[in-house]
């Protein structure tokens, strides 16, 4: 297993904000953590990272308990933002002497402008891309870690409606070309569907991981993405079940059953 996380727990100051995380992530697997704004997944990732200590649990990479800050983790916080009184190449290569020499990394950088629709944009500044363009080249930036785990924490939240869509699109091109495990953060159901192999859903106060639902379909596109009607459905359903054991006994659905299969069944309508 590429990543396997037990039992995290984790209080800020009084407050249990995390109880008994427990996942695991396959090499290569896409995998969304999906909840409501406030539910604890920011802080999944930040536990991850090292950023903040667990109070209880263990992190595995490759079947090897990790502590502290780890090389395995690249992190695209939520909100990344460039400095922008550096250049587009480098605010990319800003942990290029990190992983190596500066300028094998703005040779490396160079070499991916193209594939994240940045070409002709190095000596640029943040003020003169998109809010698309600047959103890539955050992740270009996180994607040149020599790490193999992604962690991207809300990364299209900021964006208006269709430049997510756009950017959603070419994360799932980019994602199949890369190959590598990615653990994203997001509160949109869509976003979740359309872009994940596997959804692990959060319900709140203290977060725990109350359901599981992979998804297999293979060749997304928008049009398919519209007909999961069913699946949205079914996804609501288990964040308000989660929502409302919550609210009357404190229990949660066990997390332990079959997870249920999306897409094998071929298109509908
Ligand atoms: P999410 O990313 O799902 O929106 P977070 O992980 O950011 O949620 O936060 C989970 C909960 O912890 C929220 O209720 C938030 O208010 C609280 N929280 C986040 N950061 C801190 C902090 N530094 N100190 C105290 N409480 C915090
Ligand atoms: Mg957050």
Known sequence: MK????????????????DSIGFSVKEGEFVSLLGPS????????KLLTGVLPAD?????????????????????????????????????????????SLEAMRQEA???????????????????LSGGMRQRAAFLRTALCKADILLLDEPFGALDVITR??????????????????????????????LSDRILILNQSPARITDEIVVK???????????QGELRG?????????????????????TNRCPRAYGDEGRTG
């Open 3 to 18: 990543l396997k996380v037990e039992g995290l727990t984790f209080s800020y100051e009084n407050r249990n904000v995390l």
């Open 38 to 45: 406030g539910s604890g997944k920011s802080t999944i990732l």
């Open 56 to 100: 209880q649990g263990r992190i595995l990479v490759d079947d090897k308990p990790i502590r502290g800050l780890s090389q395995h983790f690249a992190y695209m916080p939520q909100n990344d933002l460039l400095f922008p009184w550096k250049t587009i190449l480098d605010n990319v290569c800003l942990y290029g002497q990190i992983h190596g």
């Open 110 to 128: 160079k070499g991916n402008f193209p594939e994240f629709g940045l070409a002709g944009y190095e000596d640029s500044y943040p003020s003169q």
């Open 165 to 194: 869509g756009e950017m959603q699109d070419w994360l799932l091109g980019i994602h199949r070309k890369m190959n590598r495990t990615v653990v994203l953060v997001t509160h949109d159901m869509d976003e979740a569907i359309y």
């Open 217 to 227: 379909e293979r060749k997304r596109d928008r049009q398919w993405l519209y007909e």
């Open 234 to 254: 079914n996804i609501y359903e288990r964040i308000m079940a989660g929502a409302g054991e919550e609210r009357d006994n404190g229990r949660t659905v066990d």
